[in-house]
């Protein structure tokens, strides 16, 4: 199967999976009346919301380039992580709001245990799924993937955390802590909204690849330049699974246009082997371009 295939029945296997959880927290909700219980089950729409968005937007981005798009479609992913971290904060509010209710109404909890059962059995596969989607999601460079990935272990934390503060409302009777913890809940759903919104923003602004990644195309690019002079005005940038690639190459005013082409040959396949899904653009130009002075052994970034 390939990487392609893969992402997209991950995607689509989401969309089944956040439906049986969040079945399963509305019936521990509809158990126990617990608030907190509903507040985690109304994260869970989010998620079926978010698996549907994140699967169209992956759809989307495997397309081909075409006369419209000449780049590609790889930034539709980052348009899905943006709306579900919008969702997210919107379930945030919306349990805030039943939090005010369930204070002005105190109610005991119904049959806590078996609805903590079900939440609990909820949260197992949540997490077993989560860390699929994470894994997958870094291994193909897939920001929809991975926004889902961790937003399901953000419910997962919240769900244990929930079970936890439960078990002792229903141990000591302090009612109060039903909805001290959706608060929680809600402040923890925020940040996390957050946070997927701010780093795919990031995405759709082009931001470049890290300074680790950064330092080993240059590496990259310095040993594969045998027979140029000079690199500079080096140039990157991330939109999905996709890596824009930009430099200048300095050669001897006296190469020939074959000459040069055969560096600038050997140095695209050097980074194609390195970075899958890199796409590479090499202005070339003389020696008196150089911005600094020549005559090296080594060739040199400027």
């Given at each position: 199967m390939t990487s392609k295939e893969s992402i997209r029945r991950l995607a689509l296997w989401s969309i089944f999976i956040a439906f049986g959880v969040m079945g399963l927290k509305y019936l521990a909700y509809h158990l126990t009346g617990s608030v907190a219980l509903y507040s985690d089950a109304l994260e869970s729409v989010v998620n079926v919301i978010a698996a549907a968005a994140a699967f169209w937007a992956i759809r989307v981005s495997h397309k081909p380039a075409d006369s419209g798009h000449p780049y590609g479609h790889h930034k539709a992913e980052y348009f899905s992580a943006v709306l579900?971290?919008?969702?997210?904060?919107?379930?945030?509010?919306?349990?805030?709001?039943?939090?005010?209710?369930?204070?002005?109404?105190?109610?005991?909890?119904?049959?806590?245990?078996?609805?903590?059962?079900?939440?609990?059995?909820?949260?197992?596969?949540?997490?077993?799924?989560?860390?699929?989607?994470?894994?997958?999601?870094?291994?193909?460079?897939?920001?929809?993937?991975?926004?889902?990935?961790?937003?399901?272990?953000?419910?997962?934390?919240?769900?244990?955390?929930?079970?936890?503060?439960?078990?002792?409302?229903?141990?000591?009777?302090?009612?109060?802590?039903?909805?001290?913890?959706?608060?929680?809940?809600?402040?923890?759903?925020?940040?996390?909204?957050?946070?997927?919104?701010?780093a795919s923003l990031n995405g759709l602004m082009d931001m470049a690849v890290d300074s680790q990644e950064h330092m080993r195309i240059r590496d990259v690019i310095s040993t594969n330049s045998k027979g140029a002079l000079e690199v500079h005005d080096l140039k990157t940038r991330m939109a999905g699974r996709a890596v824009f690639i930009e430099f200048h190459l300095v050669v001897d005013a006296d190469m020939s246009v074959g000459e040069s082409h055969v560096i600038c040959d050997r140095i695209e396949e050097a980074l194609k082997a390195e970075i899958p899904g890199v796409r590479i653009t090499i202005h070339v130009e003389p020696d008196d371009e150089a911005k600094l002075p020549l005559g090296t052994s080594a060739v040199p970034f400027a």
């Open positions: 579900e971290g919008v969702l997210i904060v919107l379930a945030a509010l919306l349990i805030l709001r039943e939090v005010w209710l369930a204070w002005q109404t105190p109610a005991p909890l119904e049959q806590p245990w078996q609805g903590l059962a079900v939440n609990g059995l909820a949260a197992i596969v949540n997490g077993a799924w989560a860390l699929i989607l994470i894994r997958t999601g870094r291994r193909h460079k897939s920001p929809a993937l991975l926004a889902d990935g961790q937003h399901i272990m953000t419910d997962v934390i919240t769900s244990v955390g929930v079970i936890a503060g439960l078990v002792g409302a229903v141990v000591t009777g302090w009612t109060f802590l039903d909805p001290a913890l959706a608060v929680i809940v809600a402040l923890n759903i925020l940040w996390q909204g957050w946070h997927v919104i701010s």
